[in-house]
């Protein structure tokens, strides 16, 4: 499975940002699996942190509290791609973004890493103050 995020970049707080992930790749062995989408991010000396995580189904959604209300994960009809609106963005929102993908029910979205067996590279997002 390959994930390849994009759409980061520099803008300047109250901005707004949309992240893509297109997932490809999948294994036969994947191929009628469930599984999650999600983003985390992480900052210069940070620990990764969780931000959204959305189910297969696209009807199961988790966000962290720190961008509740600003940012907003969701899919594509054919659930190939997955994005992230990020609005009203702060400077402390700056991290490299990484889009995650991991075995699940139809129905249950993921917010934890470990549940994550997917990464793709990061993508920069950075917010002037």
């Known amino acids: 499975v390959q994930l390849q995020a994009s759409g980061g970049g520099l803008v300047q707080a109250g901005g707004s940002l949309r992240l893509s992930c297109a997932v490809s790749?999948?294994?036969?062995?994947?191929?009628?699996?469930?599984?999650?989408v999600g983003w985390f991010r992480q900052a210069p000396g940070a620990e990764r942190e969780f931000v959204a995580g959305i189910s297969q189904s696209a009807t199961s959604l988790y966000y962290a509290d720190s961008v509740k209300g600003r940012f907003t994960i969701f899919t594509d009809n054919s659930k190939i791609t997955v994005y992230l609106r990020m609005n009203s963005l702060k400077p402390e929102d700056t991290a490299v973004y990484y889009c995650?993908?991991?075995?699940?029910?139809?129905?249950?979205?993921?917010?934890?890493?470990?549940?994550?067996?997917?990464w793709g590279q990061g993508t920069l997002v950075t917010v002037s103050s």
């Open positions: 790749g999948r294994s036969s062995g994947m191929a009628n699996s469930r599984y999650g």
């Open positions: 995650a993908a991991g075995r699940s029910s139809y129905y249950r979205a993921l917010q934890v890493d470990y549940e994550y067996d997917y």
